[in-house]
């Protein structure tokens, strides 16, 4: 597939960049995508849930009633499930959420998702983005420039750009993220992925 490069201003800057079809051509594999996302998802879990069994709740465990002859059921603490202020059956624990994937799995889930966004028409190549200072007004006129300025981003770029960073990060439909930390969850969740020309050669240096 080739695609124009465009210029900071949003104009076509002439070139074309044919992308690889080992990355954005590949027969999709929506079980691998769907592991990946799993994961990225349970790893975001801080696990630390709570609730009191009836060995940790506080109160008497003095007996309620006699034994027999209430006609009702038996009734021998106060902590007990049944009681309003009891513990609680089966209550969650603290846990650790994650699980291991493998990286061919995880490489494959992030090109399939990669080639359904080319399928659709989602990749951008941006020539170069400098920001001379950290100024979200700068970083939103490149995004109006593209047309891309109400619908949610993911910008890749070759290096870390400490400027681009600062300028985005109070942007909630935007994120930007380095080649190499690219993943299956945030090329799903934005509607276009706009990729300096550099990271490109990135992306292709990390096929296994």
């Given amino acids: 597939m080739e695609l124009s490069v465009y210029t900071s201003a949003g104009k076509d800057s002439g070139k074309k960049v044919n992308l690889n ?21 349970a790893n975001q879990r801080q696990g ?13 465990t003095k007996k309620l009633k006699k034994q027999k002859g209430t006609g009702g059921a038996r009734a ?47 990749i951008v190549i941006l020539e170069d983005l400098n920001i001379n200072e950290p100024k979200t007004k700068n970083y939103l006129s490149v995004l109006a420039n593209l047309n891309l300025a109400d619908k949610k981003t993911l910008v890749v770029l070759a290096e870390s750009n400490k400027n681009v960073y600062l300028s985005s990060r109070n942007l909630a439909k935007s994120k930007v993220v380095i ?29 296994a």
């Fill in 179 to 207: 080649a190499s930390e690219l993943n299956t969850y945030d090329i799903l969740n934005a509607n276009n992925v706009v990729f300096i020309e550099s990271s490109l050669g990135v992306l292709e240096n990390s096929i």
């Fill in 48 to 60: 630390t849930h709570k609730a009191k069994e009836r060995n940790e709740v506080s109160g008497t």
């Fill in 76 to 122: 021998g603490s106060m902590k007990s499930p049944v009681f309003v202020g009891g513990g609680r059956v089966f209550g969650p624990k603290p846990r650790d959420y994650s699980f291991k994937l493998n990286k061919k799995l995880k490489q494959l889930a992030r090109f399939s998702a990669l080639s359904y966004k080319a399928k659709n028409q989602g």
């Fill in 21 to 41: 079809k080992e990355i954005f051509g590949i027969e999709p594999n929506d079980h691998a995508i769907y592991l990946d996302v799993k994961q990225f998802l």
